[in-house]
């Protein structure tokens, strides 16, 4: 966890970067010095060109023979035009178009030259400190970049003062950069939480309600209340921990109506510990057929954590979910409950659930032989 992560940064494109230098006023269309056939089959619309591009592949010496990196040699020369006649935004735009394509030494330099006039500038570039990208790794002055922007008063850096709180409460709670204390990190998730406000820090909502959660700060109430605006502001790690709330009657009523509605939205939207309940659900139900049928589409993801990136969910958890869905399954394959009885495919799937996480594998284990799976 001890990375800091620009997906926190309010600005994030909803694709990518260079999509967005695509359609600046002024972007050149004259991508067609090489073939004169290509603006004729795009007819000038460079979102077509782009999304082509994005999702075909030519060959060399066809009659459209170039990629993407052609498109990001015209998109540097355009924003380094753009910087030339004085455009701020094109200084930070070419940065993060080098970030995205993983260039980081160029990105960090670009980013250097201009984090003293623009606060999302120096937040990329605190990033880029802390986690060691294109540089070497100092988390002390990504901290101080941090702070830097949580202190400004410059209405500028307002939109980001919620993401910074964020990052230097997981770096105080982490003891990277900065002492370890939780009440430390507790004052600046609730400044980046921000009363629940939806354009505050979502992450740092969700990390409150996980801060309340743990044994030596329970509070299952303030749990369920950050865990409720988080998911209200699009969390679906929080989603996903409402339904275990409410599955167990933990700072709510005990309400398995509820809890199956919110496992079933979040797994639907690609939460794996969501669906790892899901499956437990199922089984406890005796729907036993929908229990082997989700579990087994569950143990057959390949990289867990890439699906937890992708979902904005955190891979421990995800990886928790694997393990209860292979426990669940090897238990049907066992018993031949909604799957046809396999015992020798059983005890490798008990075996894997260990291997992906033997605490959950041991709770289970250990329900199992108290009879209640």
């Known amino acids: 966890m001890k990375r800091l992560s620009s997906e926190s940064r309010p600005t994030a494109p909803q694709r990518d970067i260079l999509h967005t230098i695509c359609r600046m006023p002024g972007f050149p269309l004259d991508l067609a010095k090489k073939n004169p056939n290509k603006l004729d089959l795009f007819k000038g619309n460079l979102m077509l060109l782009y999304f082509w ?36 935004q094109a200084e930070f735009l070419l940065g993060q178009l080098y970030f995205d394509e993983g260039w980081y030494e160029d990105a960090l330099l670009q980013f250097e030259k201009i984090k003293d006039v623009d606060y999302q500038t120096l937040y990329q570039a605190g990033v880029m400190h802390y986690d060691g990208l294109g540089t070497t790794e100092n988390t002390e002055k990504g901290v101080e970049y941090m702070k830097r922007i949580l202190a400004s008063n410059n209405h500028e850096a307002s939109p980001i003062r919620y993401a910074a709180a964020y990052n230097l409460g997981r770096a105080c709670y982490e003891g990277y950069g900065m002492v370890h204390s939780d009440k430390e990190a507790e004052r600046y998730w609730l400044l980046a939480a921000d009363n629940g406000n939806p354009k505050a820090s979502v992450h740092a909502q969700t990390a409150l309600g996980l801060y309340y959660s743990r044994p030596f700060s329970q509070n299952f109430k303030k749990a369920f209340f950050w865990h409720s605006e988080a998911c209200g502001n699009g969390s679906l790690e929080s989603q996903g921990a409402l339904g275990v709330m409410y599955l167990h009657g ?80 090897a238990r049907c394959l066992q018993l031949g409950l909604g799957i046809h009885q396999d015992t020798t495919a059983a005890t490798q799937y008990f075996s894997k659930a260990c291997l992906l996480d033997a605490d959950v594998a041991a709770d289970l284990h250990r329900d199992l032989i108290y009879g209640k799976i």
Do not use: W
């Open 250 to 329: 933990l700072g709510i009523r005990k309400d398995i109506h509820s809890a199956m509605e919110c496992f079933k939205e979040a797994a639907d939207r690609g939460n794996i510990y969501a669906q790892g309940q899901l499956v437990a659900c199922y089984y406890h139900r005796k729907l036993y057929k929908m229990a082997t049928e989700l579990a087994k589409r569950i143990v057959a993801y390949d990289n867990i954590d890439q699906q937890a990136k992708a979902t904005d969910c955190f891979p421990l958890f995800a990886t928790k979910g694997v393990a209860m869905a292979t426990f669940y399954l």
């Open 53 to 88: 591009m994005e999702n075909f592949h030519p060959k060399k010496g066809s009659d459209i023979d170039y990629g993407r990196g052609d498109l990001l040699e015209v998109a540097e020369h355009f924003l380094k035009g753009r910087i030339e006649a004085g455009d701020a």
